[in-house]
């Protein structure tokens, strides 16, 4: 009997998209930090799933806090993201102010970088400037991951140095460094972009 074919549907890798093998699938994930991808049956369910949120398609049972849908929040806040570039390696990141929109920070690029360590930096810069302004506002960012290495004090990264990426490694020993020794009242939350769309500091170029 001959194999049947599967087609994945890859959220986040090297390129996003549906793929009509494993093959091409493992070529976009395999050692991409952070990466999100599903296999389906029919090419139809891999490119409906595409369009929804990851986390919607691989737990499709909401917990009883994610059937209470919270309102998109309009206070004072800092919100944050990252850009990484799939084929260049080249890694951004900003902080935009939620009420107003104005840019508050942006940094890069810098060379062989991930979206994770980008979240994880824009955190903890705003975290810096927010405590030299004595600010106690929140800051929001869309990803789980930053704000786990964040609390943890600690960027749990897999990326290897290669003699490009030799300041970012050193904006994270400081940014680690600065999580150990400073304490801080800001609640760092959760930007819900599957009810909110996406974060006021996304770079737009999805």
């Not at 087609?7 to 986040?12: G, H, L, P, S």
């Not at 004072?76 to 939620?98: I, M, R, S």
């Amino acid at each position: 009997m001959a194999k049947k074919v599967k087609f994945y549907a890859v959220w986040q890798g090297r390129e996003k998209g549906v793929f009509s093998s494993w093959d091409e699938c493992k070529k976009q994930v395999e050692g991409f930090e952070g990466a999100q991808y599903k296999s389906f049956e029919s090419k139809t369910e891999a490119e409906n799933a595409i369009k929804k949120n990851y986390f919607a398609v691989v737990n499709p049972k909401p917990s009883s806090q994610q059937l209470i849908k919270t309102p998109k929040p309009n206070i004072p806040a800092w919100t944050v993201d990252a850009a990484w570039n799939t084929k260049t390696g080249d890694l951004e990141y900003q902080g935009v102010d939620l009420q107003t929109k104005k840019q508050l920070f942006r940094k890069g690029p810098f060379q062989d970088g991930t979206n994770n360590i980008g979240e994880f930096l824009a955190i903890v810069h705003a975290l810096a400037l927010l405590k030299n302004l004595g600010s106690e506002v929140p800051i929001f960012s869309d990803s789980k991951t930053a704000i786990a290495w964040v609390k943890a004090k600690k960027a749990n990264t897999k990326l290897e140095e290669t003699g490009r990426n030799s300041e970012l490694f050193d904006l994270i020993e400081r940014a680690e460094n600065w999580l150990k020794q400073n304490t801080f009242k800001n609640k760092i939350l959760k930007w819900e972009t599957k009810w909110w769309g996406e974060v006021p500091a996304d770079f737009g170029r999805k």
